[in-house]
C-alpha cells in the first residue's frame, strides 16, 4: 500500500516538485496550500505523514503543528525558509518530528520520509525489545549492551539512555530540551552542560570525529540526531 503524503504550502511549484519527486518515489501525494485546508485533510484523509511549511497565508505554521496534534500523532516533517534555531525549537516542541530548511535536498528529504515510516511502523507492530543497528554500531535494548564491530562499549547509564533515545528517534531532531527531559527529568530541564559532557563523553566511546560525525548529527543552536542510514 502507497504511503499517504499531505503537502501544505502556499507555493504551487514547490508543492508540485515535492508532488512529483515523492510519486516517482511510490508515494501518494495530496496537497493543501493553506492551514485550514491542511487541518481539514488531514482529518478527512489521516495521511502517513504531513510535510509543512511555515510561511502559510492564513495561519502560522506553528499552529496548524498544534492544531494536527490535538486530533493525530501523525508525523510532521517541517520544511520551511526559515532557519533560526530559535523558529525551529519552536516548531519541533510544539511537536513537529524533524525540520529541514530550504532549499533542501531531496534525497535527505526521502531518507528522513524512510526513516519516520520503518518508525512508524515498528511502532504499530508489538514486538519484543527491538535491537538497533547502525553502520557497525549495535544497541541490545533488551540486554542493555552496545557493540562497536566485534567490540563492546561499556557507556554509563545517562550515555546508555542517550544513545538509546536517539536510536529510537533515529533520523528525527531531538532537542536539547526534550533530550535532557527523557535522561535526566523535568526539574533538570534547563542543564544543557550535563548533556553537552555526556554527549562529548559518548561520542569518544563511539570514536566519532567531530568534524565529520559517523553516528551523532549536532544540529547548531537545536539538539543532536542520529544519522538516518
Not at 535491537?131 to 567490540?151: A, C, P, Q, S
Not at 529510537?168 to 535526566?184: A, D
Request: aromatic share 6%; proline share 5%; with cysteine.
Amino acid at each position: 500500500m502507497q504511503p499517504l503524503i499531505l503537502i501544505a504550502d502556499d507555493e504551487k511549484s514547490i508543492r508540485s516538485f515535492l508532488k512529483v519527486s515523492l510519486e516517482t518515489q511510490g508515494y501518494k501525494c495530496i496537497e493543501a496550500e493553506t492551514g485550514s485546508a491542511s487541518l481539514m485533510l488531514a482529518a478527512s484523509y489521516d495521511p502517513d505523514i504531513l510535510i509543512l511549511d511555515l510561511g502559510l497565508p492564513d495561519m502560522d505554521g506553528v499552529d496548524v503543528i498544534k492544531k494536527v496534534r490535538s486530533i493525530s500523532r501523525m508525523p510532521i516533517i517541517i520544511v520551511s525558509a526559515r532557519g533560526h534555531d530559535r523558529e525551529k525549537v519552536e516548531a519541533l516542541d510544539a511537536g513537529a518530528d524533524d525540520y529541514l530548511t530550504k532549499p533542501f535536498s531531496v534525497p535527505e528529504l526521502l531518507a528522513r520520509l524512510r526513516v519516520i515510516l520503518r518508525h512508524k511502523l515498528s511502532s504499530e507492530t508489538p514486538s519484543e525489545k527491538p535491537v538497533f543497528r547502525l553502520d557497525g554500531l549495535t544497541v541490545d535494548e533488551d540486554k542493555r549492551r552496545v557493540w562497536l564491530g566485534d567490540e563492546e562499549i561499556h557507556l554509563t547509564p545517562n550515555e546508555y539512555k542517550v544513545l538509546l533515545l536517539l536510536f529510537k528517534y533515529q533520523g528525527k531532531v531531538l532537542t536539547h530540551r526534550f533530550i535532557i527531559e527523557n535522561v535526566w527529568g523535568g526539574l533538570a530541564a534547563d542543564d544543557t552542560q550535563s548533556l553537552r559532557v555526556c554527549m562529548g563523553n559518548l561520542r569518544r566511546k563511539l570514536y566519532e570525529d567531530p568534524v565529520q560525525p559517523r553516528y551523532i548529527i549536532t544540529e547548531i543552536g537545536v539538539g543532536y540526531r542520529l544519522a538516518d542510514e
